[in-house]
């Protein structure tokens, strides 16, 4: 299993986070395993079906099975590989059918009180400021937003160079607004938050100019979308949903779209065609002669 582990980092070069979550299903196959008295080198497909069922019978949504699945299927062809086995007996395993859900997303208006909530007369309020409006003009992830470094964005030329899963690099254009209060932020927030400290990342935490992690700041979104009386809720992955489907209601190509948000396949993006619904119909009333 550590070896597993260890080719999904350094061959693979997955995302930690992602290997953290193949670490959990590989514990899951591990106990199954146990119970049944089996090594798990000679778990056969029936073993493997029977916890594909007992996973969905313990509640768990479709969508993490399927992952579970893909994780016991690569671990085999991986032992398979090395050697430890003759035959891989998740070859053909299916994960359950995964249903179709919506991404939630934020109107223009609710993004824009967010934006307004910090206080930018501060050091903090200025890079909470930058943070957001960053966010929402790029659609980054939120992993790749804290992990920017200066020398990342190019504010001259409108764009930044972000890093995304298994390591790819992607430019993104950044909007005027979103690129003034980055270098307000640049020149006035982080120097007054750094304190004569040096620091790799672009945005860092005012207790020893450490860079800001992913819990950090869902915690400050958090906040802020309490202050702009956003009840349902909120993440940065939501305004990052928030800026895709603005874009596309706008007329944006869908491709174009995919590039930013740095999905490997246009199938992916393709979730945010739901807004396309509003767009038709709106054209149907206006243009059909007999609407």
Not at 171 to 190: M, T
Not at 220 to 239: D, E, Q, T, W
Request: proline content about 5%; hydrophobic content about 40%.
């Amino acid at each position: 299993m550590d070896a597993y582990l260890t080719h999904l980092t350094v061959e693979r070069r997955l995302a930690v986070s992602s290997v953290e979550s193949y670490g959990r299903d590989m514990t899951l196959l591990a106990r199954f395993a146990a119970g049944r008295t089996t090594p798990l080198v000679e778990l056969a497909r029936p073993d493997l079906e029977s916890l594909v069922r007992d996973l969905m019978a313990a509640g768990r949504s479709p969508r993490s099975v399927a992952r579970a699945v893909a994780c016991f299927r690569g671990f085999y062809r991986f032992l398979l590989r090395e050697g430890r086995i003759a035959a891989s007996p998740a070859d053909d395993l299916r994960p359950p059918r995964a249903w179709q859900t919506l991404p939630r997303f934020l109107s223009v208006e609710e993004v824009d009180r967010i934006i307004e909530q910090p206080d930018v007369s501060t050091p903090r309020g200025l890079r909470d400021r930058a943070l957001i409006e960053l966010l929402y003009a790029t659609g980054m992830r939120v992993s790749e937003l804290v992990s920017l470094r200066p020398a990342d964005v190019n504010l001259e030329s409108s764009f930044l160079t972000c890093t995304g899963k298994g390591s790819k690099q992607r430019i993104v254009p950044i909007g005027d607004e979103a690129g003034r209060w980055v270098e307000r932020y640049a020149r006035d927030g982080r120097p007054a938050l750094l304190v004569r400290r040096t620091s790799p990342r672009l945005f860092v935490n005012a207790r020893g100019g450490a860079g800001l992690t992913r819990v950090g700041f869902w915690k400050i979104l958090k906040a802020y979308g309490r202050g702009a009386g956003i009840s349902s809720p909120l993440s940065p992955h939501v305004l990052r949903h928030s800026f895709a489907t603005h874009l596309l209601e706008r007329g944006a190509d869908l491709r174009a779209i995919q590039m930013m948000l740095g999905h490997a396949n246009l199938s992916t993006t393709q979730i945010y065609t739901h807004v396309l619904e509003h767009r038709l119909r709106a054209v149907y009333d206006r243009f059909h002669p007999r609407s």
